[in-house]
């Protein structure tokens, strides 16, 4: 693939997520202050939508009182948030003047000035892509039942587990359709992300890294529903990917595994 559409954000400290079609693609803690990612299977043909989301509460906080309304807070120094959607040359940097952008939406706030936190703004556009349809538009909205949320935890505590043990095949198992997708989205060979993943899980298990991927218990798992309500993501309580190591050594490092995931007649798929 020649170019890339990266979507690039940049804020003054301030917490703040970036969402595509309503999936969170990209988390700035506080104290953070630039990230990217490229998002081709986020996006689809026709009208798009970015969302700049700042000032996000933690995840526990907001799906234990979804309710709560926004809240006004004083700047005590000035602030501000941005996103960028551009499109690269593949090896170009962000600060490349060949880029185009797509799309910017940003946020800004003077000293002393009022704002309610958290605070969205979006901003569409129209992409003449020819990305087949993804299969996470179509996936029914999910209104989890005590038992389903105890079978996605059972299959992560699985995934854990095998993973912990150098083992990928149930991970490539639940994320086939995400794996296949994301080939596709790139212009990859067939097969090309599921033998990247295995190589991956081998590489980190003899570099003893998957050690400490533990399987989560009830409740460190938690389910936000994004992309409308058609995916649940599976987060920590700190708002983290919960399929993720634990290592305190900076030299060892850590993954995480973000799950964006499905629940159809009882059994889970993995679509982003």
Not at 43 to 69: D, K
Not at 117 to 130: E, F, I, K, R, Y
Not at 135 to 144: E, G, S, T
Request: hydrophobic share 45%.
């Amino acid at each position: 693939m020649d170019r890339l559409m990266c979507l690039h954000a940049q804020s003054s400290g301030l917490p703040l997520e970036v969402w595509v079609n309503g999936v969170p693609v990209l988390s700035l803690p506080a104290g953070v202050t630039s990230q990217s990612v490229t998002v081709h299977e986020f996006l689809h043909s026709g009208s798009n939508r970015i969302s700049l989301v700042v000032a996000t509460p933690p995840v526990a906080v907001a799906l234990g009182a979804p309710e709560v309304p926004a809240e006004p807070r004083l700047a005590a120094a000035p602030a501000w948030a941005h996103a960028r959607l551009v499109l690269l040359r593949q090896g170009k940097s962000l600060a490349d003047e060949a880029i185009r952008v797509l799309a910017e939406v940003g946020w800004a706030v003077k000293e002393g000035e009022s704002y309610t936190a958290p605070t969205a703004c979006h901003q569409d556009l129209d992409l003449p892509v020819s990305f087949p349809r993804w299969r996470w538009l179509d996936a029914p909205v999910q209104a989890p039942t005590v038992q389903d949320k105890h079978r996605v935890l059972a299959e992560i505590q699985r995934l854990a587990f095998d993973l912990s043990r150098g083992r990928p095949d149930s991970l490539l198992a639940a994320c086939r359709l995400k794996l296949e997708e994301l080939d596709h989205a790139y212009q990859r060979p067939a097969g090309h992300g599921a033998a990247a993943l295995r190589q991956q899980v081998q590489s980190l298990w003899e570099a003893g890294v998957l050690a400490t991927l533990t399987p989560p218990e009830a409740n460190s798992l938690l389910l936000r529903p994004v992309a409308e309500g058609r995916l649940l993501e599976a987060l920590s309580p700190t708002g983290a990917p919960v399929l993720a190591t634990r290592n305190d050594e900076q030299a060892v490092g850590n993954i995480a595994w973000p799950l964006r995931l499905t629940l159809i007649e009882g059994n889970v798929y993995v679509l982003r």
